[in-house]
Each structure stands twice: as C-alpha cells, then as structure tokens.
C-alpha cells in the first residue's frame, strides 16, 4: 500500500491510499477520486508536506472514528452472564500483578521496549491513535476485553 497526500483545487486536503501509483493514476483517470469535503473529482497529489523529523514511525495521520460498540437490549442468559463475570474475574487474576499507570500507559510501555526502565507488567488506558503508534513499533500491547476501574475512581 502507498500514501499520498492529495488535494482539489479549493485546497483540500485529504489522504488516499492505493496498491501502487498506477492503481492512483488508474483511479484518478477513471474519475473515481473525489474529494471528501466538496466532491470535487478534480483531484492531484498535493505538494509534500514539509518531513519533520521524529523519532521512529510517528507520522500523524487521520484515523477513522472508533467502530460502534456491540449492544443488546435483550437480557442475556444465565450461561452468557456467569461465562462473562468468570472471564472478568480471570482479567482481574490476570493484572493482580500488573499496575495500573492509566493514561502514562503508551509513553511508559514504549520506554519498556527501548530498554529505558525495567521490564514491569503494566495496564493502563491508550487512545486507539497511540494503540496504533505503539503495534506498528512492535510494541507488543493487547487490548482488555473488559474495562478496568481506575485505582483512584476505586475511593
Ligand atoms: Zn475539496
């Protein structure tokens, strides 16, 4: 997949991602690229943004809004209910031994990774743009099924 910056000509700007560069000039000969703000099909590879150096792959880009979340307003049989407080109850066994460092999660498990402070188990909260930041550094991080109260909420 390749990344380019595109843009119509009221100076939109939007990102478009394509097998190759021939898949974007296929698409754009064909008409099917249009701008998401007006519409426009009248589309070009907008000038290269300035590169600002960082460090490892931190490149901003848009993300998609989180996906609904699942809902019922069925009640759930008892099997469903006990299956899913057991699997509570295992989470919580599971970080008896971790600590909770909330929202300092992305910046401290990264830290991990390069060798800055001692290898702990740690949960805490991350937003999905730092989730993603965090798995395409290889920084093995997994997602709870079930949410955690924070300790300080806990009083
Ligand atoms: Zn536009």
Do not use: I, Q
């Given at each position: 997949m390749i990344v380019f910056?595109?843009?119509c000509p009221d100076g939109h700007r939007f990102e478009g991602w394509f097998g190759s560069s021939a898949d974007y000039e296929d698409q754009r000969g064909r008409g099917l690229l249009a701008c998401p703000s007006c519409g426009s099909a009248d589309v070009s590879k907008a000038p290269m943004a300035p590169a600002v150096p960082a460090k490892g792959n931190t490149r901003q880009e848009v993300l998609p809004a989180a996906p609904p979340q699942n809902v019922a307003?069925?009640?759930m049989p008892p099997q469903v209910q006990q299956a899913l407080a057991a699997l509570a109850k295992m989470q919580?066994?599971?970080l008896k031994n971790s600590t909770w460092v909330g929202d300092k999660f992305a910046e401290e498990t990264r830290k991990m990774?390069?060798?800055e402070r001692d290898e702990a188990l740690i949960h805490g909260q991350a937003s999905v743009?730092?989730?993603k930041a965090l798995i395409e550094e290889g920084v093995?991080?997994?997602?709870?099924?079930?949410p955690v109260?924070?300790?300080?909420?806990?009083?």
């Open positions: 910056d595109l843009s307003n069925a009640p919580t066994e599971a990774h390069y060798g743009a730092e989730a093995p991080v997994a997602p709870l099924p079930f109260a924070p300790p300080e909420k806990l009083n």
